[in-house]
């Protein structure tokens, strides 16, 4: 019976539903962990997290086992074993399932257990249940394998230890979050830790599907609760962990523990590796965006030059009658200082030709919000004729603060591809804009200084489609706004609650209806990083028709 293991952890992205390039990526690492004993990889990792609808196919579950066949045939070489995540079906259902591959074949398989189904997960929708899982025997070792959810709930790893399970290693699947390092290391892996007695192996992925970003931050800790390494987060690490069996116990032996982001850098580098994700694996050029001189417009355009370099980042400023001289300044300075192209394209022809189309129907009107929304979709045409002519995706800029009160205009600023802003609180905007002009991310590919004027980020914010127009002429300060929202959508408050914690019944009551009849708005927008515990879209899914109100 051996007493020292070596366990390499293989942190990697996938492309999910590109099996083959995922396997022939696991056999790549795979000749790197040279002196290991087993490579351990993230969640799915054969077809890629979350597969969505896309692992109903039966023809994608027909490759999955053609490349595990594969990978399994590969380990005949005397190499690591490999502990890989994939899709098998049995009896007309399907399992999410971690196979340990050696001396080239299959020779364990073990299920999820818990299935996810809330928040951006529904996995009880794909995948059948599987039972409490065995520990796996492994060269004289009882690894435990609870997969992703499985080390959420007590009674898994109970069971595991119960079985005689001397080691935990766990494969995750588990996106990024707003402070959810804290709650993995200590509420979750400390908490089974403390419970079991048992060190534990935690091994999630990294990199952008869609909405999604998984940052990494794969770490072991032993059963003291010590933390013997800590991955990198946002990138990919290949770390070999040197195990060696003290008094009955195993233990990780100390190695490199990576500092990971605080806030906002970790923020800002989620939007980074989700719009370059993106757009590299849709195969787009580039972005084109509109700059308007504002603070949103500043920001996605940093994010952008971030992700994907300045020479794919395309700025159009289009101005109005409306559009201040200081906008026009800020625009420009913004696009100067991130080194991208920027063009100037003025509206006022256009909406002086639909003036004239409509002045027959609209003789015996007033001006209101109708002309407002017009420019804003005259703007969307402009950018989706250039991203229609040139290949370049249309980046959105508007925040969540906008989606969740309805102050965006649909089939105008609304319009286009992908979002870096749509979780991000107007709040959160400021809190970045001022981090990334003072901070180079460590994702970063844009430049060393400031990515805005300060003017941009002390201006009142405003949309610039009448005279003198102000945001907080149609909506409460966002130091207000913001925490009213949150209440709303991510603590799913009622009115009076928030009446508790003293803000204005009105004010609270009037936020609540907008929230509620934006609803149809929002599910016509753009795709966008989520940050939060309760993105729009992926999280919160609410009827467009709705007559409920808390107050």
Request: charged fraction near 25%; hydrophobic fraction near 40%.
């Amino acid at each position: 019976m051996t007493d020292k293991l070596v366990i390499a952890l293989a942190q990697m992205t996938q492309s999910v539903g590109d099996l083959a390039a995922n396997a022939d990526a696991m056999l790549q690492w795979r000749e790197r962990a040279v002196g290991a004993d087993l490579i351990v990889y993230p969640e799915l990792q054969l077809i890629g997290y979350p597969p969505e609808d896309l692992v109903l196919k039966p023809a994608l579950v027909d490759r999955a086992n053609h490349e595990l066949d594969r990978l399994a045939q590969a380990t005949a070489d005397g190499g690591p074993a490999m502990l890989v995540g994939t899709v098998v079906a049995s009896q007309g259902v399907l399992f999410n399932v971690v196979a340990l591959l050696e001396n080239g074949a299959v020779t364990a398989i073990r299920q999820k257990r818990e299935l996810p189904n809330y928040g951006t997960f529904d996995e009880k929708r794909l995948f059948a249940p599987g039972p409490l899982p065995a520990p796996i025997d492994f060269r004289g070792v009882r690894l435990g394998v609870p997969i992703c959810e499985d080390i959420w709930f007590p009674f898994v790893t109970a069971h595991l230890r119960a079985e005689g399970a001397e080691i935990l290693i766990s494969p995750n699947g588990s996106p990024y979050e707003i402070d959810k390092d804290d709650r993995r290391i200590n509420a979750v892996a400390g908490t089974r830790v403390r419970e079991t007695g048992l060190p534990l192996v935690y091994v999630n992925r990294v990199g952008g599907q869609d909405e999604l970003v998984f940052d990494g931050a794969s770490f072991v800790m032993n059963g003291d609760l010590s933390i013997a390494q800590q991955l990198p987060d946002w990138e990919e690490a290949l770390v070999l962990t040197q195990w060696e069996k003290w008094d009955g116990q195993w233990v990780c032996l100390p190695g490199a523990l990576h500092e990971l982001d605080p806030r906002p850098a970790d923020i800002y580098n989620a939007m980074v590796l989700g719009l370059r994700d993106y757009v590299n694996r849709n195969r787009f050029p580039g972005v084109v965006l509109g700059l308007s001189g504002g603070i949103d417009s500043a920001l996605s355009a940093a994010v952008a030059v971030d992700a994907l370099g300045a020479d794919r980042v395309w700025c159009v400023m289009m101005p109005s009658r409306f559009t201040s001289q200081d906008s026009l300044e800020d625009g420009e300075a913004c696009a100067r200082l991130l080194g991208v192209r920027y063009d100037r394209i003025p509206i006022e022809p256009a909406v002086g030709a639909f003036d004239a189309m409509l002045a027959d129907v609209f003789h015996d009107s007033q001006r209101d919000l109708t002309e407002e929304n017009i420019q804003s979709r005259i703007r969307g045409v402009t950018l989706m004729a250039l991203s229609n002519k040139f290949g370049h995706m249309l980046l959105t800029t508007g925040n969540k603060s906008e989606m969740s009160v309805g102050y965006a205009t649909i089939y105008g600023d609304m319009a286009g591809g992908y979002s870096v802003l749509k979780d991000a609180y107007k709040t959160t905007v400021f809190d970045l804009s001022r981090w990334r002009n003072g901070n180079v991310p460590s994702l970063g590919l844009g430049p060393s200084g400031p990515v805005m004027p300060e003017r941009v980020i002390t201006k009142p914010p405003t949309a610039e489609l009448r005279d003198n127009q102000k945001d907080e002429d149609s909506l409460p300060p966002y130091e207000v706004l913001d925490p009213i929202l949150y209440g709303l959508v991510e603590e799913e408050l009622s009115v009076e609650q928030l009446v508790a914690r003293g803000f204005d019944r009105d004010t609270v009551a009037r936020i609540e209806r907008l929230l509620y009849i934006a609803e149809y708005k929002r599910r016509q927008a753009p795709p966008g990083v989520k940050l939060g515990t309760r993105n729009f879209g992926r999280d919160r899914r609410y009827p467009i028709t709705n007559a409920f109100r808390t107050l």
